[in-house]
């Protein structure tokens, strides 16, 4: 027996290194790409801001479209499989970019391509790995595996953007884009390594649309997961409604200035570091349900900060790191034990399907949210739509206070419940 458990520890160390392994080379590719990709459009095709806006635009807009379909496939498939396919295909996608810029050949209807196909297979990779994870890593260590790569990501926003200028100035932009090309590959190489790839759990055959209904009657009938889910879509809103006057606001009010605004946006980030690497220590002394409550009470009040500053830059900047701090904060608290209370809840055969309605609802909120905040700064001022979203923030938190998340003392006591029957 002992024999046994150490090897089956050792596959699941090897498994949980090869993933974060990865997630960690991919990571900082994408953020070099979120860099380059718009300086290609930029300092090679001329792009113009409606472009731009376009090219943004097709790499988000696959997430609401696809989430649901995407995730019923996702149960279907063996979803090591799908992520290394996903990686496969950015790499291609990608890898085109600097192979067309060196032929002379590059074009806007080629990056459009791209950036929505991009965003398509991020939508299969995302899914399937959030679902792949309880498959293959012991319920006891979920939380650990959540931290461990939020902390990556978030660290990889961080130093990411930075590194990607870094690439376009040495590199010239197409060709940094291959170097996101190349992390997709290793990442795929990785992936390939690991042994285990269970099948999709066996569930009725029916009809695609049964399964996406099966998915979502499941979230609707669990309160523990379906409350807390659309307590984050409203603070997803309106953290958007001031995303969309923020960089305004922080400029043409406060007075701050493009250098110390990248600097803010630095040091504040590196909250979500942070937070990533405390996330399983808050759960553990606080509970699961209570780090949730907090770390969403962070990510949606900590904004007051921004609503209130003023006076001259010595005092506005040390006020907009803090708020940036603590939002990332809590973001990434919650963020890791809300989707490791979700893995641990949800049976593994339906995973993508609830991931993906969450996804769907949450993704939503987004550009719904971009353009109430860009009504309210039109009509009633920046200051007054930043306070606007601290309220709808601070209600979001409310309602996650009632929600009975509250009650979850810890993830691995927490238990899947029936799937409700749905006819084909």
Known sequence: MTG????????????????????????????????????????????????????????VLPYPVLALWVGAWVDRLRRRRILIATDLCRAVLLGSVPVSALMGTLSMTQLYIVSGAA???????????????????????????????????????????????????????????????????????????????PPAEPGPRRRIVADIVEGARYLLRTPVLAMPAFAMSLVNLFSFVMLAVYALYVVSVLHVGAALYGTVLLLGGCGAVVGGMSASTVARRWGTGRAVIAGTALFGVAPVLVALAGGGVLAVVPMLVAAQFLTTLGLSVLEV??????????????????????????????????????????????????????????VGAVWMLLSPIRRVRSTTEARPVPVPEVVS
């Open 119 to 197: 965003g398509c297979a991020s939508v299969w990779s995302d899914l399937a790995y959030t679902s792949y994870v309880p498959q293959v890593i012991p319920r006891e260590q979920i939380v650990g595996v959540n931290s461990a790569v939020t902390v990556v990501r978030s660290g990889a926003q961080v130093a990411g953007p930075g590194l990607g200028g870094v690439a376009v100035q040495v590199f010239t932009a197409p060709l940094a884009v291959a170097l996101d090309a190349a992390s997709y590959l290793c990442s795929a190489a990785l992936l390939s390594r690991i042994k285990d790839d």
């Open 4 to 59: 046994a458990g150490t090897t089956s520890t050792r596959r699941v160390s090897g498994t949980l290194l090869t993933l974060s392994s990865a997630q960690t080379i991919s990571a900082l590719g994408t953020q070099v790409t979120i860099v380059a990709l718009p300086l290609s459009a930029v300092l090679m095709l001329d792009a113009t801001p409606a472009e731009m806006g376009l090219l943004a635009a097709l790499a």
């Open 337 to 394: 034990n809300l989707v490791s209370l979700r893995q641990t809840m949800t049976p593994v055969r339906i995973q993508g399907r609830v991931g993906a309605t969450i996804r769907m609802v949450n993704w939503s909120m987004k550009p719904l949210g971009a353009v109430l905040g860009g009504v309210l700064g039109e009509h009633i001022g920046l200051r007054a739509t930043i306070w606007v979203a601290v309220a709808g923030g601070a």
